[in-house]
């Protein structure tokens, strides 16, 4: 049973324009929830993280959303540029970052 | 940042053998060690979560004995692979979380490819 849900598996954007990636999920107890970016054949680095008692949280480009009622969040990131073509997961905590679920990643491609 | 490292990042071996790989923290002391298993174009599994100094604490469905996990010291924690066989083939990335003031996320490290003949 998968708590957290990427439905996108990739995606593609032109540079300069806005990627929205989005996940759902389905545990109302999770407590925070995280971007990380992973390039082939390495581990996911940290990107940005949103507590379940915000609904934004803003960090430069990157701007992460949560829809508390529809069990939704998304990451924008504005502008686009080539160097963020990664493979994004989202992720989701229980108990205070000692458990993760992560979604199965949607891939980004920007274009030049 | 906090960095994690894995050793080795790409282990190829007969079936029947056995695998052992390192996770260390090292800038930080990590008092919890995760471990994911990830296989192609799925997500990131949690295996098992190690306290230093404690037996391991293992997801439901990931045999203890198969996938042993020390956790020696603050920053270091091993995963053997015992008896390994072809369907053991896989991504293995372990992840650090450390003591207070990197308390926020858990750190990742690059990973290690592991493909059982």
């Known amino acids: 049973d998968q708590q957290v849900k990427q439905n996108s598996p990739s995606l593609s954007v032109q540079e300069g324009r806005i990627s929205i990636l989005n996940c759902d999920y389905t545990?109302?107890?999770?407590?925070?929830f995280l971007w990380y970016k992973k390039y082939p054949a390495e581990g996911p680095t940290f990107l940005i993280s949103i507590s379940s008692i915000k609904d934004k949280n803003e960090d430069g480009r990157f701007t992460v959303f949560l829809n508390k009622s529809a069990k939704h969040l998304s990451l924008h990131i504005v502008p686009s540029q080539p160097g963020d073509s990664a493979v994004y997961f989202c992720a989701a905590s229980l108990d205070n970052f000692n458990k993760f679920y992560f979604g199965s990643g949607t891939k980004l491609n920007v274009k030049p | 940042g906090a960095v994690v490292s894995q050793h080795p990042s790409w282990v190829i071996c007969k079936s029947g053998t056995s695998v052992k790989i390192e996770c260390r923290s090292l800038?930080?002391?990590?008092?919890?060690m995760f471990w994911y298993r990830q296989f192609p174009k799925q997500s990131l599994m949690l295996m098992a979560t190690s306290n230093e100094g404690s037996k391991a604490t293992y997801e439901q469905g990931v045999e203890k004995d198969k996938f042993l996990i020390n956790h020696a010291s603050l920053t270091l924690s091993t995963l053997t692979v015992t008896s390994a066989h072809p369907e053991d083939s896989s991504f293995y990335i372990c992840?650090?979380?450390?003591?207070?003031?990197?308390?926020?996320?858990?750190?990742f490290g690059p990973g290690t490819r592991l493909l059982v003949l």
């Open positions: 992840s650090a979380k450390g003591v207070a003031g990197l308390g926020e996320t858990q750190y």
């Open positions: 800038d930080f002391q990590a008092t919890t």
């Open positions: 545990n109302s107890m999770f407590d925070y």
